[in-house]
C-alpha cells in the first residue's frame, strides 16, 4: 500500500498499500549492468541521450496487484499498483525523487509556493487540459480537496484526510489557472497536497455523477471514480483498454502537455499476482520490466538472466504485522504485547529478505525511515519483537491468563480464539513470515491460521483478518503520513487504534512551523502506539527492480511513486 506516509500508501494517500523499494539516495545497493552507476547517480542512472532512443515500440511492465478500484484517493483504492498506474495519466502538483525528496511536477506547474504560514498559491500551466479539452484548473483542486475532507464529504471513504480538514478555502483565479489555499493553521507537509500521493481527478466528469456542491453528490461521484474505468487522462498516457486481473494497456495521449512526448507507441501493464512467474516473463521477454516484491528465488533467477540488468533500494517502504482492534481477543494490552514480544523481527529478517540484502536490520520506528534524520530507536528499551518467549509469557501470566504455551485462556475463564493472518496471495516472504508468526504464536498458546487475499485493499477495509502483513510505501512527508496511518478517525488505520493522546500529538506535528519539534512530537506519539502493540514494524523493504537490457529511462524510486515517477521518458534504446 501507499503513505505519506499506504496502497497499500500516506496526508491522504500519502502513504499506498503495498503487497510489494534502493539506497534511496544513499547505501550500498546492489546493483547491475544499466543500473551499475544507481547508488552514485540515483536520479539519473539508466538515462539514455535522445538520440540513441528508439521511436515507437511497446514496453511490458509486470505488476503483481490487480486494479479492483480506479480511486487511488479512497481507502480501497490506495493501493501502491493503483498509485503506480495512475501516475501514466493523472496529474499533481509535486512528485517524491529517488533520493527520496520532493519537486514540484514542471509538467502541470507553473509554480506552487507558501507565501504565508496559511496559504499557498498554485500556478497552473495555461495548456494544461484534460484529454477532452477541458482545461485542468482550480475545480478540479476544490474537487480534491472536498473529497478528502471529512468535513465537506464525510461519506467519502478517503485514504486519510492528512490535512486536507485543515484547509479553510480553496479559490481559483486567473480563468482556474491560479488556486490559492487558505489554511485554519499551519500544515507542516503542505506540499502533499495534491501531490503525487493524492492525484487529481477531473471535477467535470465527477460532476456528471452527481452534485459536487452537495456533500452526497461528492460521495456518489468518489465512489463512481472507483467502480469505473477512466476514460479520461491528464498525464502522458490515455487507457486504451483494461481486461480485468489481466492488463492495462496505455497509449500516449495526443492532449498532452508536457514537456517529455512519450516515445513508446504503447505500455502495458500485465497483472501477474504468482510471483514465480515474473522471472520466466522477464527471462522470454513477455515484460520488459519488473519491480516485484524481491524474495531469495526471486532475486537469484534475475541475476542470471542474460541481458538483464538490476537494482534492489532501501527506501521509504516499510514491513509490518497489524493487529485488528475490532476482534474482541485482541481488545487487550497485555495478549497484543505478549504476542509481538514472542515475535522475533531477526529470526524472519535471516530467514527471509536477510538471504538476499544483508543491509536489511530490524526497523524500530512507526514514523520514520533510517534515511531520515528524525528517525529514532523508539523500540529501545522494550523486548518488543525480540522473540523473547519467555518474557511474553511472563506478561500473559502476570496479566491472568491461563493455559499459557498450551491452549490460552483469558482473564475472564473464555478460550483465546484461534486468530487469522493473512498475506498477499502470490508472496511467498509473506506467506513464510506468516507462517513464522503462526510459529511464536504457539509457544504462548495461540492457535494462528495463515491465509492469503488477493485484494489487500478490500481485506483491510472490511476489516476481514485479526493479523495482516504488508508494508507501506511512503512519500517524503512524515507529518500527513503520521495522521493518515494512525489517526482514531482515519480510513487507512484499519485495525482502528484510537488513542485521543496520539491525536494530539500527530495534529499538533502536522501544524507545526517548528519540524524539529514536530519531529519531537511524532516520536512521542510512536512511542505510545509502538507501546500499545498495535502495529509492529518489521523491517526496511528493499525494492527489486529488474528491466530488459534494451529498456532505457527506467529507474528505481523506492518511494510510494515508484519507478513510473518518470513514466513519459521511458523508452526503447535505438538497435545497433
Known sequence: MKAAAAVAVAGVGALLLSACGVGGGGGDATASGNFADCPENINTCNEVPADQLQDGGTITFAIEKNIANWNVNSAEGNVFETGMATKAFLPYAFNSTPELTTELNTDLMVSAELTNPTTAVYKIKPEATWSDGTPIGAADFVYAWKTQDARECPDCASAGNGGYDQIADVVGSDGGKTVTLTLERPYTDWQSFFGSNAPLYPAHIAAQQGDINTPAGLASSFEWLGANTPTYSGGPFTIQSWENNQALTLVPNERWYGATQPRVDTLILRVVTDATQEPIALQNNEVQVLYPQPQVDIVTQIQQIPGVSQVQQLGLTWEHFDLNLRNPALQDTA?????????????????????????????????????????????????????????????????????????????????????????????????????????????????????????????????????????????????????????????????????????????????????AAAAQQLNEADKIILGDAYVLPIYQKPTLLATRDNVANVRGNATLDGPMYNVAEWALRAEG
Open 335 to 515: 495478549l497484543r504485547q505478549a504476542m509481538f514480544t514472542a515475535v522475533n523481527r531477526q529470526d524472519i529478517i535471516d530467514k527471509t529478505v536477510g538471504q538476499f540484502n544483508p543491509e536489511v536490520v530490524p526497523l524500530n520506528s512507526l514514523m520514520f525511515l533510517p534515511q531520515q534524520e528524525e528517525y529514532t530507536d523508539n523500540l529501545a528499551g522494550t523486548d518488543l519483537g525480540s522473540g523473547n518467549v519467555e518474557r511474553a509469557r511472563q506478561i500473559l501470566t502476570e496479566a491472568g491468563y491461563t493455559g499459557v504455551g498450551q491452549d490460552l485462556v483469558a482473564p475472564d475463564g473464555q478460550a483465546v480464539p484461534d486468530l487469522r493472518i493473512r498475506y498477499t496471495v502470490g508472496n511467498a516472504i509473506r506467506q513464510s513470515q506468516s507462517e513464522l508468526f503462526a510459529q511464536y504464536m504457539q509457544q504462548l498458546g495461540i492457535g494462528i491460521t495463515v491465509e492469503p487475499t488477493d485484494d489487500l485493499g478490500t481485506t483491510l477495509t472490511a476489516g476481514e483478518y485479526d493479523i495482516m502483513v504488508f508494508a507501506w510505501v511512503q512519500s517524503p512527508f512524515p507529518f500527513g503520513g503520521a495522521q493518515q496511518l494512525w489517526l482514531s478517525d482515519s480510513g487507512s488505520n484499519f485495525g482502528q487504534y484510537k488513542n485521543p493522546r496520539t491525536d494530539e500529538l500527530i495534529n499538533a506535528a502536522a501544524s507545526s512551523t517548528d519540524k
